[in-house]
């Protein structure tokens, strides 16, 4: 078992022919992932690392049944190609790039609410499930072994990065993971800490949750609530990043560019406490965090 | 996120439909004066810069003639008010008011939406009505789709409990702001206060607004204006920052490089993408180090854009030493990243006997990165130690460091 990817995924690139998109074609099909088909107008007939490209979403929903897209194209581009993936029917949107404007990311995840689809990111490195050798982005990059492994521990990430830093952490503990979201570091994001954490509940695969958070929105304060509402979840594992923001000014932007503290949101120290007080574990650094994986799963 | 000047922010209200108060940039107390002297009326005098809470910072004054107004922007012009310098201040006309209201729309990132925020008690900072008076605001969210409708607008006004005649010219205006709101790409555009004249106009006197700095490719206009970086501190970007900034903007669609430039430190922290600089920074600071600025250099950048940014780290004062770390990497050539350090301290003529150089990287194209670095003789490691240790030995490295040349200098 895993979340939102598995042996029924069947996967699309929209702009499939720029240069991270071929990229990441490659190291995914390397990986053992398969991609049916990319997308990207007036393209249709070429093939990129021998994966077919359409000029439309909708060829490529016929000749392949796509349930999954990733969005590579650039900010500006960003909404048209998510209606056109709404409007296609596709259940699971990744969407990788970076600075969409946020006008554009509010109705876009209206859009998506309405049809029922679930938007990962913006601003996601991916998600990967290394049981089913599934992978969703240029999370993992050319060597996704190296990090990810299966195993039972779900991942949920803010930073791209630390997604892989944290997945190594899981396995130098000697574990692996069911599935790691890197969710984006954006402050309007599709899925949210909480909202993962409710699939990982209902995935058989995941025995404990681990979560690296920053400064900046209401996503932990959101999660601790949950956690804290039902005491019969499975463990979670939570570490914040920046605490030395706490030092700074009021209005200063760190990390992504969601981790702006106003007033007393948006503290890591804060969140750390909020999540601890609702029954979460937390870890200030990383090898703290090794130390409480094995405590847990040994 | 660009914050706007008031007056840029007036314009394009103004542009919009809406009623604003008369008002002039003045640069100079002789300017103050004539923009006074043209209105023929009482004038408030306001610091041109791009933060809130002025009034508290002494940026706001009020003249009764143009001499007035002279002195008081003579008081005001080149001071540092909240961190920023004034080079120019606002004159504008000041209203007969009888009653002042709040207004502002902004996106809410919880709900995903913009909400517009109304209120009776107007004048007050935001934040301190929120807590004070919690039932005095009233909110709702807009369907990005449908936009604002000027009913909902006056359901809102009349939940608020504003008189029943101002109902019409309220339902208007704030249609209007939520209008200019979209069109300008805005996340906060805020009235307060809101006058009502004794003729019952309503006209925003003070207005602040914030712009989406990734929109700034479809407004023109703005981005012409705006700093872009500078959303990201609390200060105008130092000579540094603005380095770094142009190095990234150089190249928009390949990586990314942020820098923000501390009080002093020593640690020069190149690193990236953003959630392990904030652990390094973290990692450094729990071990006694001390970080002379905090980075974030990802999303698989050039060797030029490393070089940027490594150079302006490495010419700050103070700087005695260089962690280079990411996390493991997904998509950044640790072999560029390499190149670009190593173009940097050869360009400075550092030399790595008495300025230690630590580099963690690990990930796509490590083992070049690997020979690169060995090459030109820097500490390097892969994955064999974590983000924590890294930080760890580079604060021992800076002691040995300083340790060897206290010795030398004991020696002469």
């Not at chain 1, 995914?28 to 088909?37: H, K, P, Q």
């Not at chain 2, 390094?280 to 990802?298: I, K, M, S, T």
Request: aromatic residues 6%.
């Amino acid at each position: 078992m895993s979340i939102l990817l598995n042996n029924d995924s069947r996967i699309a690139i929209q702009g499939i022919t720029g240069r991270e998109a071929s990229m990441v074609t490659r190291h995914t099909l390397a990986y053992g992932s398969s991609i049916m088909a990319g997308v990207r107008p007036g393209k249709g007939g070429q093939t990129v690392e021998g994966v077919p490209v359409y000029d439309t979403l909708a060829t490529a929903c016929q000749e392949h049944g796509i349930n999954t897209t990733i969005i590579y194209v650039p900010p500006a581009a960003v909404y048209d190609a998510v209606a056109e993936a709404v409007h296609n029917g596709i259940r699971l949107i990744n969407i990788p790039t970076e600075n969409v404007p946020q006008h554009d990311t509010i109705k876009l995840m209206a859009l998506a609410r309405s049809a029922g689809a679930r938007i990962v990111g913006p601003n996601s490195l991916g998600i990967i499930s290394p049981h089913h050798r599934a992978k969703l982005g240029a999370i993992g990059g050319d060597n996704p072994d190296k990090c990810f492994v299966p195993g039972p521990v779900g991942l949920i990430s803010r930073s791209g990065g630390m997604t892989a830093e944290v997945a190594w952490t899981v396995k130098q503990a000697g574990y692996g993971v069911s599935t790691a979201v890197s969710i984006g570091g954006d402050a309007l994001i599709g899925s949210s800490p909480r909202d993962l954490m409710e699939l990982f509940q209902a995935d058989d695969e995941t025995k404990l949750v681990v979560y690296f958070g920053e400064p900046g929105t209401t996503f932990e304060e959101d999660l601790a609530d949950y956690v804290s509402a039902d005491k019969e979840l499975k463990p979670l594992l939570c570490m914040v990043g920046g605490r030395f923001t706490e030092q700074m000014p009021e209005g200063t932007v760190f990390g992504h560019a969601a981790s702006l503290i106003s007033a007393n949101a948006g503290r890591p120290s804060v969140k750390m406490r909020r999540l601890k007080e609702a029954g979460a574990m937390v870890a200030v650094t990383l090898d703290e965090m090794a130390a409480h994986v094995q405590a847990v799963l040994d | 996120m660009a914050r706007l000047l008031e007056n840029q922010a007036l314009d394009l209200l103004q542009r919009g439909g809406m009623l604003v108060p008369r008002y002039e940039v003045a640069a100079s107390p002789e300017e103050a004066r004539d923009a006074a002297e043209q209105m023929g009326v009482p004038v408030v005098i306001k610091a041109l810069i791009p933060t809130g809470k002025r009034g508290k910072a002494g940026g706001i004054l009020f003249a009764s003639t143009p001499d007035e107004a002279a002195s008081c922007a003579e008081k005001i012009l080149g001071t540092m008010l909240n961190s920023f310098r004034v080079n120019s201040v606002l004159i504008e006309e000041r209203l007969e008011v009888t009653q002042e209201l709040y207004l502002s729309a902004a996106i809410d990132h919880r709900a995903q939406a913009t909400s517009i925020i109304a209120s009776r008690t107007g004048g007050v900072d935001v934040e301190t009505l929120r807590v004070e008076h919690p039932d005095a605001l009233k909110h709702l969210y807009v369907d990005p789709y449908l936009g604002l409708s000027e009913f909902e607008a006056r359901q809102l006004w009349h939940e608020v409990g504003v008189d029943a005649h101002l109902l019409q010219r309220l339902g208007a205006l704030t249609a209007q702001l939520y209008r200019t709101f979209v069109s300008a790409d805005a996340f906060i555009l805020e009235l307060n206060p809101l006058v009502v004249s004794p003729d019952g106009d309503v006209t925003p006197v003070a207005a602040l607004m914030g712009v989406d700095d990734a929109a700034m490719f479809r407004q023109p206009e703005l981005a012409a204006t705006v700093q872009v970086g500078l959303e990201r501190s609390w200060k105008a970007l130092t000579e540094l920052e603005k380095q770094v900034v142009a190095v990234n903007e150089a190249e928009p669609y390949r990586g990314t490089a942020r820098y923000t430039e501390m009080e002093g430190g020593d640690i020069g922290l190149f690193c990236g993408g953003g959630g392990a600089s904030l652990v390094l920074f973290d990692a450094l600071q729990h071990a006694g180090g001390q970080p002379a600025n905090y980075c974030e250099v990802g999303g698989n950048p050039t060797v030029e854009k490393v070089y940027g940014t490594a150079k302006a780290i490495l010419s700050k004062k103070g700087v005695k030493g260089l962690l280079v770390a990411h996390s493991i990497t997904n998509n950044t050539q640790t072999d560029a990243v390499a190149e670009g350090v190593i173009r940097a301290i050869d360009d400075l003529g550092i030399d790595l006997a008495t300025f230690p150089v630590l580099a963690r990287e690990a990930g796509v194209n490590e083992e070049r990165a690997e020979q690169l670095f060995r090459a030109r003789g820097i500490e390097y490691y892969g994955d064999q130690i974590t983000l924590n240790e890294a930080a760890r030995l580079m604060v021992e490295r800076m002691r040995e460091a300083e340790r060897n040349s206290d010795g030398l200098e004991e020696g002469r």
